[in-house]
């Protein structure tokens, strides 16, 4: 994983579940999926983002989802 400069990724979204600012965490490019073929899938950024407010993970692809991974492992 690697921190993007600001400018080369999109602004920071409001968190869908308490409107509060999310805060950018760091970025990785790949096809998102936990498969062996993956590689061979199209790869793009994805952006982590944590909210302060309601302690929620959040990643950035296409569109905003709830990142449960980093939910456990921040427990």
């Not at 983002?49 to 492992?73: A, E, F, M, N, S």
């Amino acid at each position: 994983m690697s921190v993007v400069d600001p400018s080369e990724r999109p602004a920071d979204p409001a968190c869908p579940s308490c409107q509060g600012a999310l805060t950018y965490v760091d970025s990785e490019v790949s096809s998102g999926a936990f498969r062996p073929q993956a590689a061979s899938m199209p790869q793009m950024s994805i952006h982590y983002y944590d909210c302060v407010t309601c302690q929620t993970c959040w990643k950035l692809g296409t569109r905003l989802l709830p990142d449960p991974i980093r939910q456990i492992l921040r427990s």
